[in-house]
């Protein structure tokens, strides 16, 4: 039987409704701690440990879920920020929007996400497709040491 890790995931979504239903269902596959942002300055911050981030534990999340569609800084431009520093460029990052234009989807490939994935439209699906990225990531994915 495979053993569940317990993950920290960073949530990067500013829109509420989508937030709880993605927390929702992480959390319904027992995902130790989900961190949610609700903007791309608010990501960097957290990912680089500033501002009200600042004093919280150097431990980098275990998966970044990234709307590209944010306030204050798109999602392309944090996925710059995450792969341009060598200390968080190996973060798995999986892009998770509403959008399903192929521009966006070679730009987020072109910036080594792990995965790209187009939010459904109905609730339930929506809590299903996060539950089973979180879950699939945590079960089969392995990072360097």
Known sequence: MLERKLLEILLVEDDGADAELAMRGLKSHMFNEVHWVKDGLEAV??????????????????????????????????????????????????????????NDMVHSYGLHINNYLVKPIQFEDFAAVVAHAGFRWGLFSEAPA
């Open 45 to 102: 911050d957290f990912i680089f440990r500033r501002g009200r981030f600042a004093s919280r534990p150097d431990k980098q999340p275990d998966l970044v879920l990234l709307d590209l569609n944010l306030p204050k800084l798109d999602g392309l431009s944090v996925l710059r920020a995450i792969r341009g520093h060598e200390e968080t460029r190996d973060i798995p990052v999986v892009v998770l929007t509403g959008s399903a234009s192929e």
